[in-house]
């Protein structure tokens, strides 16, 4: 399964939080920005979307730039950025979308990219596109808009929402085909840009691992007695008394005449007898042996569970000093 994670950064008002609605097929997910211009989202939100060809969507609304309140500043939307991201441990995104009201008279592509610049560094232009919105006030500002795009060397995308009529206030869903259109266009130029890498939350990673495989190496073996059976072959005797025929040599008168003069003559007769003997059959019997084995140690799953509770926690504590 591919998973992309996108950054939805502009101001308020510019159709970021109606692009979440749409793209996810809900009306619900988050309250988007009232008519007077005031910000709705403070803290990072997350919603995930399933996306044709296996793909998910994870999708983080940030704290609008240049908050309408000036209740963030810049660094604070980071920090809010990597601590939400560093629970799941997400240490890339794949595109950084900056958002533009084709509607609006001002132009706040180029003070976003600025700010984003100043926040992230200025490698992260080379993960951004700029999703243009809403219907535009006229062809000479969808130009001008383009042209900048151009000129800053960032592609941009034209992005239709889901919305509440204004006269009727009847919710009206985006057609299917012009959706999946949209998105099929979307991923295909987030395929194009260089994915953002979070150093730190890199580096937590690679810590919380090295911490983990060291737990587990220095963890000592444990040993356990199994018991098996084998089989063991072995003769068993048997006595048993044997008949056996031995000659015995006997002596005779030879006839009549043999009587008188003292003559005999000798002859062999058969005669039985009993002995003992032993003989032996095979046998085989079931023996119960023991040895001693190695206790599989835990995955390292387990040891990385534990360190990034600790790390992770520890993390998010430096962030907020």
Same mark, same amino acid.
């Given at each position: 399964?591919?998973?992309?994670?996108?950054?939805?950064?502009?101001?308020? %008002?510019?159709?970021?939080?109606?692009?979440?609605?749409?793209?996810?097929?809900? %009306? !619900?997910?988050?309250?988007?920005?009232? !008519?007077?211009?005031?910000?709705? @989202?403070?803290?990072? *939100?997350?919603?995930? @979307?399933?996306?044709?060809?296996? &793909?998910?969507?994870?999708?983080?609304?940030?704290?609008?730039?240049?908050?309408?309140?000036?209740?963030? *500043?810049?660094?604070?939307?980071?920090? &809010?950025?990597?601590?939400?991201?560093?629970? *799941?441990?997400?240490?890339?995104?794949?595109?950084?979308? +900056?958002?533009?009201?084709?509607?609006?008279?001002?132009? @706040?592509?180029?003070?976003?990219?600025?700010?984003?610049?100043?926040?992230?560094?200025?490698?992260?232009? #080379?993960?951004?596109?700029?999703?243009?919105?809403?219907?535009?006030?006229?062809?000479?500002?969808? %130009?001008?808009?383009?042209?900048?795009?151009?000129?800053?060397?960032?592609?941009? +995308?034209?992005?239709?929402?889901?919305?509440?009529?204004?006269?009727?206030? +009847?919710?009206?869903?985006?057609?299917?085909?012009?959706?999946?259109?949209?998105?099929?266009?979307?991923?295909?130029?987030?395929?194009?840009?260089?994915?953002?890498?979070?150093?730190?939350? #890199?580096?937590?990673?690679?810590?919380?691992?090295?911490?983990?495989?060291?737990?587990?190496?220095?963890?000592?073996?444990?040993?356990?007695?199994?018991?098996?059976?084998?089989?063991?072959?072995?003769?068993?005797?048997?006595?048993?008394?044997? @008949?056996?025929?031995?000659?015995?040599? &006997?002596?005779?008168?030879?006839?009549? +005449?043999?009587?008188?003069?003292? %003559?005999?003559?000798?002859?062999?007769?058969?005669?039985?007898?009993?002995?003992?003997?032993?003989?032996?059959?095979?046998?085989?019997?079931?023996?119960?042996?023991?040895?001693?084995?190695?206790?599989?140690?835990?995955?390292?799953?387990?040891?990385? !569970?534990?360190?990034?509770?600790?790390?992770?926690?520890?993390?998010?504590?430096?962030?907020?000093?």
């Amino acid at each position: 399964m591919v998973e992309l994670n996108v950054m939805l950064i502009g101001d308020t %008002r510019v159709g970021k939080t109606s692009f979440v609605n749409t793209i996810a097929n809900r %009306r !619900d997910w988050k309250r988007v920005g009232g !008519d007077n211009g005031e910000s709705t @989202t403070i803290e990072v *939100s997350e919603c995930t @979307t399933q996306l044709s060809g296996g &793909k998910t969507l994870n999708i983080y609304d940030t704290p609008g730039m240049n908050d309408s309140q000036l209740r963030l *500043s810049n660094k604070e939307i980071r920090t &809010k950025l990597e601590y939400h991201l560093s629970t *799941s441990l997400t240490t890339a995104v794949d595109a950084f979308l +900056v958002f533009e009201s084709l509607r609006s008279e001002a132009i @706040t592509m180029r003070r976003n990219l600025a700010t984003l610049t100043q926040t992230f560094g200025p490698q992260v232009t #080379q993960s951004c596109i700029v999703v243009l919105t809403k219907e535009p006030q006229s062809e000479a500002r969808t %130009r001008n808009l383009q042209q900048i795009c151009s000129d800053l060397k960032v592609p941009a +995308v034209f992005w239709e929402n889901s919305h509440v009529e204004p006269d009727s206030g +009847v919710w009206k869903s985006l057609d299917p085909n012009k959706l999946t259109a949209q998105v099929n266009n979307l991923i295909t130029k987030i395929g194009t840009v260089k994915k953002y890498e979070l150093t730190t939350l #890199q580096a937590l990673k690679n810590e919380i691992n090295t911490e983990a495989n060291r737990r587990r190496n220095a963890e000592p073996t444990q040993y356990e007695t199994k018991s098996y059976t084998i089989q063991v072959p072995y003769l068993e005797p048997e006595v048993r008394n044997v @008949t056996k025929q031995r000659p015995v040599i &006997k002596d005779k008168w030879d006839g009549e +005449v043999g009587k008188w003069i003292g %003559r005999k003559k000798q002859y062999v007769v058969y005669e039985n007898y009993t002995e003992q003997e032993t003989i032996y059959h095979e046998r085989s019997r079931n023996e119960t042996k023991t040895h001693q084995v190695a206790v599989p140690k835990k995955p390292i799953e387990y040891y990385v !569970d534990i360190v990034k509770k600790e790390r992770v926690a520890a993390f998010k504590r430096q962030l907020m000093q």
